[in-house]
Each structure stands twice: as C-alpha cells, then as structure tokens.
C-alpha cells in the first residue's frame, strides 16, 4: 500500500472517494435547510457551506456504509459462484484421474465468506450509527441549522422596500421575501411575505460623494496657527 499510494493512480481512488463525500455532504445540508427553514435550499449559499462542512464526517459514514455493504455483496456472490465451481469440479475429480488430470483446491472459499459477513456487518453498524446520530440529535440539528441561516443568510436592510426596523430579510424568487425578526421573550420567528409591488423611491441617506468632493479635504490647506500678540 505505501509502494502504491507514491504513485499517481493509487491517489486517484481517495481523491473521488473524498469528492464523492462532498457531494453527498452537499445533498444532506440542502435537506436539511429545507426541513429546518421549510423553504426552497437553492438560495441559501452560506448556509449549506457551513452545514456541509459540519456534515462531512456523517457524510463519510454513509459512503463508507455503502461501499462496504456492496464489496460484502459482492464478495459473498462471487465466493458462492466459486464454492459451487470448486464443489463441482471435486465430484468430478475420479473422472478427470482416468483422463490424466489431476486436480487439489488450494483455497478455502470459507474465508472469504467470513470476509464478506464482516464488510455487510460493518456496513449495517455504520447505516445504524448513522441513523442513531441523526434521530437523536434531530432537534438541535434543525434549530442550528435555524440559528446559522439567520446569521448567514439573512441580513439588516432598512432602505429595502417594506423591510420593518429590526429585521433581517433575505430575497426569494417570484417576488417573495424572508424575514427573520426578533421576538420580546429573544426569540426568533422566520416568514415569508409578498414584496410590494407599487413603485417605491427612496433616496439613500448616505449618497456616493464626487471626485471633487472626496479630494477636497485632502487639498485643504490648514490655516497656520496665529502668533500670540504681545500686550503693552
């Protein structure tokens, strides 16, 4: 194994494992954004960063889970079908002696259905700590995925049409908004409201200054501090 990972086609097995992760990392954050704010993940870029980040061990736990499970099945056929060829070629054996051919299986296909009764073992353990983890810390898990969109995802905008004092908005598509605004007990509530579809114009109160104006206080020349008289 060390001889093989210098090389480059032994890497090349991790690094799509790891990008394989990634993706499925991505899909559990998009799932759960969507059970924990029950609104569409697509638009929550920042969110679903953190979350896959913070799910990429759990991620790991499904992929392993998975690629044991189907090494195991696959090993337990292909032992099989090697059992029952060795076992056919042994009633056999008497009659290929009279042809000359002599024949003594060297391998025990036992070990290799031990083999693959512990990568199926292992699998199912990984798939059930998997799903201990998730239902157990189900909850907490969608209240932070709460906490982190509101911090991430939704911002202060008081110069946007219809926003109120205290909350933070984050657009939707066809004309919706999000909002999150704090409660008097500190408690937070998500909505989602039609945005107003009258004209609106506002001026900002902090408007973009000229050039002229942005240069002149450093053109400014400051008065020179006057002598002190000398009374009589």
Known sequence: M?????????????VLLHVLVLLVSTGLSRF??????????????LTIGFLALAFYLLAWMVVAAVVFLLFG????????????????VQMHAPLLKVIGV?????????????????????????????????????PWILSATRIIAVKADFHPAPNYPGVSAGERVHPLENGYLAYARVQDDKSIVIGVRFQDTEKYDQLLPNSIPSIKQMML??????????????SN
């Open 73 to 88: 099945l696959l090993l337990f056929i292909a032992t099989a079908i090697a059992a029952f060829a060795i076992g056919a």
């Open 217 to 230: 206080p450093s053109l400014e020349i400051p008065p020179l501090l006057s002598e002190p008289s000398i």
């Open 102 to 138: 002599n024949y003594s299986s060297t391998r025990n296909p036992a070990m290799a259905l031990f083999h693959s009764a512990g990568a199926i073992g292992t699998g199912l353990v990984l798939l059930s700590s998997y799903a201990f983890l998730t239902e157990t810390h189900h």
């Open 2 to 14: 060390r001889d093989v990972w210098d090389k480059p086609f032994g890497k090349t097995p991790i």
């Open 32 to 45: 759960t954004v969507s059970d924990a704010l029950g609104l569409p993940p697509q638009s929550f870029d």
